[in-house]
């Protein structure tokens, strides 16, 4: 395969990336880490005000009507400054389950106000794939359902909620998160600058997502779309870690020479930059798949998630270690990209997990 992004998708890029490195510098991100609040509220309404979270929204439903790749380079360069903002609760998930499944009226309804920003959504499935443990119950038009954690389920607006019906078929449903009946306890998390809540509804009316409440397959392709994005996010990262250790090693000096020409590290960052690679290469797999709606998403999605989520959890760790006992104090930023890479390593279901739905999907075609 032969895939690279076009022209003007490597000039959002390019604007994403300076619009960030002003807006949201390590600075930023550690404010919000050391104070109370949930995300960045300034820096989520400049991003609403590009319309990032207007993307892939139709026109007649008041988006820019663009494509994945475009949200792809957006999500790499989101992930290369850990931006705090709930962009990927309430655009990969939320959004996508609207936009993909539910009914014209939903549409109309949630579509404008994500676009707009006006809303905050997010998915309350913390079971992971193939959902064979989901207990929440659906009956009578009302949900009992104890979810823990749920992404930024402390400052959405509205959640959609894995469930099942009284003949135990799975099915997803729109909650309102500010009504009577929902109980909301925000999570202390490895990463604060992205929330994680326990979300308790307690015969809740909500509405069945679709005409028939959509069931396991709208699941699972919401989860892989939802990976593939995410793998761009934590490619971002690693890029951004792997270039904070390697100007740290050639500014750093010991015997009298950049620590940087020892034999040591240079293997060290091989190591780095062969797993960046694989995943990138991986990711770009999965956005080919994921623009052109291909048969093999599952299998692309599956194999990039897995592979970004291994490169971004072994990068951030020898970042520390690159920076020597330095790395591991809280005036250096290295643990800001361990702590996104251990909270983004379960966010839509864990590694093994992803890596049995890989065998699965090989197994079935071979």
Same mark, same amino acid.
């Given at each position: 395969?032969?895939?690279? @992004?076009?022209? +003007?998708? /490597?000039?959002?890029?390019?604007?994403?990336?300076?619009?960030?490195?002003?807006?949201?510098?390590?600075?930023?991100?550690?404010?919000?880490?050391?104070?109370?609040?949930?995300?960045?509220?300034?820096?989520?309404?400049?991003?609403?005000?590009?319309?990032?979270?207007?993307?892939?929204? $139709? +026109?007649?439903?008041?988006?820019?009507?663009?494509?994945?790749?475009?949200?792809?380079?957006?999500?790499?360069?989101?992930?290369?400054?850990?931006?705090?903002?709930?962009?990927?609760?309430?655009?990969?998930? &939320?959004?996508?389950?609207?936009?993909?499944?539910?009914?014209?009226?939903?549409?109309? #309804?949630?579509?404008?106000?994500?676009?707009?920003?006006?809303?905050?959504?997010?998915?309350? #499935?913390?079971?992971?794939?193939?959902?064979?443990?989901?207990?929440?119950?659906?009956?009578?038009?009302?949900?009992?359902?104890?979810?823990?954690?749920? $992404?930024?389920?402390?400052?959405?607006?509205?959640?959609?909620?894995?469930?099942?019906?009284?003949?135990?078929?799975?099915?997803?449903?729109?909650?309102?998160?500010?009504?009577?009946?929902?109980?909301? +306890?925000?999570?202390?998390?490895?990463?604060?600058?992205?929330?994680?809540?326990?979300?308790?509804?307690?015969?809740?009316?909500?509405?069945?997502?679709?005409?028939? &409440?959509?069931?396991?397959?709208?699941?699972? +392709?919401?989860?892989?779309?939802?990976?593939?994005?995410?793998?761009?996010?934590?490619?971002?990262?690693?890029?951004?870690?792997?270039?904070?250790?390697?100007? *740290?090693?050639?500014?750093? *000096?010991?015997?009298?020479?950049?620590?940087?020409? @020892?034999?040591?590290?240079? #293997?060290?960052?091989?190591?780095? @930059?062969?797993?960046?690679?694989?995943?990138?290469?991986?990711?770009?797999?999965?956005?080919?798949?994921?623009?052109?709606?291909?048969?093999?998403?599952?299998?692309?999605?599956?194999?990039?998630?897995?592979?970004?989520?291994? &490169?971004?959890?072994?990068?951030?760790?020898?970042?520390?270690?690159?920076?020597?006992?330095?790395?591991?104090?809280?005036? @250096?930023?290295? #643990?800001?990209?361990?702590?996104?890479?251990?909270?983004?390593?379960?966010?839509?279901?864990?590694?093994?997990?992803?890596?049995?739905?890989?065998?699965?999907? /090989?197994?079935?075609?071979?």
């Amino acid at each position: 395969m032969n895939f690279e @992004f076009s022209e +003007e998708q /490597l000039f959002i890029r390019d604007q994403a990336r300076n619009f960030l490195s002003q807006e949201c510098t390590p600075a930023a991100v550690r404010k919000i880490l050391d104070s109370n609040d949930a995300f960045d509220r300034d820096l989520w309404q400049k991003i609403v005000g590009l319309g990032w979270t207007a993307m892939t929204i $139709p +026109e007649s439903h008041g988006g820019l009507g663009l494509g994945y790749l475009e949200l792809c380079v957006i999500a790499e360069e989101l992930g290369r400054a850990l931006a705090p903002v709930p962009f990927s609760s309430s655009v990969y998930l &939320a959004t996508e389950a609207i936009k993909s499944c539910g009914t014209p009226e939903q549409k109309a #309804h949630y579509l404008p106000k994500l676009a707009a920003g006006e809303l905050i959504g997010t998915l309350a #499935h913390h079971e992971g794939l193939g959902a064979p443990a989901v207990n929440a119950q659906w009956r009578d038009g009302a949900l009992s359902a104890h979810k823990l954690p749920v $992404p930024d389920g402390d400052i959405a607006d509205f959640a959609i909620i894995s469930a099942r019906d009284d003949s135990g078929r799975l099915g997803l449903y729109v909650a309102q998160l500010d009504v009577t009946g929902v109980a909301r +306890e925000t999570l202390n998390s490895m990463d604060p600058t992205r929330s994680q809540a326990r979300l308790i509804l307690d015969n809740v009316a909500v509405q069945p997502l679709g005409d028939s &409440a959509a069931g396991d397959d709208a699941l699972a +392709e919401l989860l892989d779309r939802a990976a593939v994005l995410l793998a761009f996010e934590q490619i971002g990262g690693c890029q951004a870690a792997m270039d904070m250790g390697i100007a *740290y090693t050639r500014q750093r *000096y010991a015997f009298g020479r950049p620590i940087a020409s @020892f034999q040591a590290i240079k #293997h060290k960052f091989a190591d780095m @930059f062969v797993a960046l690679e694989l995943a990138r290469a991986n990711a770009y797999y999965g956005a080919c798949a994921l623009a052109g709606d291909a048969p093999d998403l599952p299998l692309a999605a599956a194999t990039a998630r897995v592979s970004a989520t291994d &490169a971004f959890y072994q990068i951030s760790k020898e970042n520390i270690q690159a920076h020597g006992g330095m790395g591991f104090t809280w005036e @250096f930023d290295c #643990h800001l990209y361990y702590r996104r890479a251990q909270l983004l390593s379960g966010v839509i279901g864990t590694q093994p997990q992803w890596k049995d739905n890989i065998v699965q999907h /090989l197994l079935q075609t071979a």
